[in-house]
């Protein structure tokens, strides 16, 4: 069973940073699509970021210009690099891995962490 770790979450203040990541909990064959999903108390999971094998990436309109994804493929890792954090930013924070495949052979499949808090104060 492969499990997605999540790290990086914590309490900051409006205007600072913080650096997300999220790897596999072993060694995989591939992952097609890695990004970062947030859910805030009452709301919805929404997109956040995300990034295909070959580094294309897609943002949210409200995290564009501050939110920054990346990947290392030989890692099996995304991060998420956030700045200039906003108080509406609070929620929490999810990785995916879309089409993770164990082995060669194996059916792509979707996994999901289990969350990490990401709380701004004003």
């Known amino acids: 069973q492969v499990q997605l770790l999540e790290s990086g979450g914590g309490l900051v203040q409006a205007g600072d940073s913080l650096k997300l990541s999220c790897t596999t909990s072993?060694?995989?064959?591939?992952?097609?699509?890695m990004g970062w999903y947030r859910q805030a108390p009452g709301k919805q999971r929404e997109l956040v970021a995300t990034?295909?094998?070959?580094?294309?990436?897609n943002y949210a309109d409200s995290v564009k210009g501050r939110f920054t994804i990346a990947r290392d493929n030989a890692k099996n890792t995304v991060y998420l690099q956030m700045n200039s954090l906003k108080s509406e930013d609070t929620a929490t924070y999810y990785c995916?891995?879309?089409?993770?495949?164990?082995?060669?052979?194996?059916?792509?499949?979707?996994?999901w962490g289990q969350g990490t808090q990401v709380t701004v104060s004003s």
């Open positions: 995916n891995a879309n089409g993770l495949r164990t082995v060669a052979w194996g059916q792509p499949l979707d996994y």
């Open positions: 072993r060694s995989i064959f591939s992952i097609n699509a």
């Open positions: 990034i295909t094998r070959g580094g294309l990436t």
